[in-house]
């Protein structure tokens, strides 16, 4: 059986610091945070760089006090072997290797009583595997909850998949300063350039080339 730790004495997760600002994305905030509160299994889907990972994480660290044994990040970019996600996984919330036993039923077990979020992290090239292991934990797991980023859905029954768009660029010069692509923009640009603000000379070469970048954060 598995073994009930106090919450007190439990680790609420193992989430990485935030080291710049999160921008903007209030609407789509508001969407996952939601669809989490209906559904148990909520991906969050779209283009390579458009910020999935980054919504996700800025999520569900301020979700942290509704999961009594925490939130927790699995994080599968540099993951080849699809054979070795249950060991990943089990790895990052600090479970013993245990090499004779199968690491998705030690997971399993490990989440059964829990009250978790767990967030796996780039699962496109791991679709298949990650969509099985979603299935068993959470039906392992009744109080399991798991945000997935992909660039396609899991197509795991009961869940949840939410389109992640570009932000919005302005569709005139005048509309810069309403705009969050340009925002982000000036804001990391200011961590390079202290002191850097829109301005006037400034604004037009701005809303241009966050259009050019199609709003996609990473670019910008």
Request: charged share 25%; hydrophobic share 45%.
């Amino acid at each position: 059986m598995p073994v009930t730790t106090p919450a007190s004495e439990r680790q609420q997760g193992n989430l990485p610091a935030e080291v710049t600002r999160f921008i903007g994305r209030r609407r789509e905030l508001s969407q996952v945070g939601e669809a989490l509160e209906r559904y148990r299994l909520v991906t969050l889907r779209g283009v390579g760089g458009v910020g999935k990972t980054r919504l996700a994480l800025h999520l569900a660290a301020g979700r942290r006090r509704s999961f009594a044994d925490g939130v927790w990040l699995v994080e599968l970019s540099a993951l080849r072997n699809a054979e070795l996600l249950g060991r990943t996984a089990a790895a990052s919330l600090g479970l013993p290797d245990q090499a004779a036993g199968d690491p998705v039923d030690l997971l399993a077990e490990h989440l059964a009583e829990r009250h978790l979020l767990l967030i796996l992290d780039t699962c496109e090239h791991l679709v298949d595997a990650c969509a099985k292991l979603a299935e068993v934990l959470l039906r392992a797991a009744p109080r399991l909850r798991i945000l997935a980023t992909s660039r396609e859905p899991l197509d795991v029954p009961g869940e949840q998949a939410l389109l992640i768009s570009p932000l919005e660029v302005p569709d005139s010069d005048e509309a810069a300063a309403g705009s969050d692509s340009v925002a982000l923009f000036v804001d990391r640009a200011e961590a390079i350039v202290p002191g850097f603000t829109l301005t006037a000379a400034n604004q037009r070469p701005v809303v241009q080339l966050c259009r050019r970048l199609d709003g996609i954060p990473l670019a910008l």
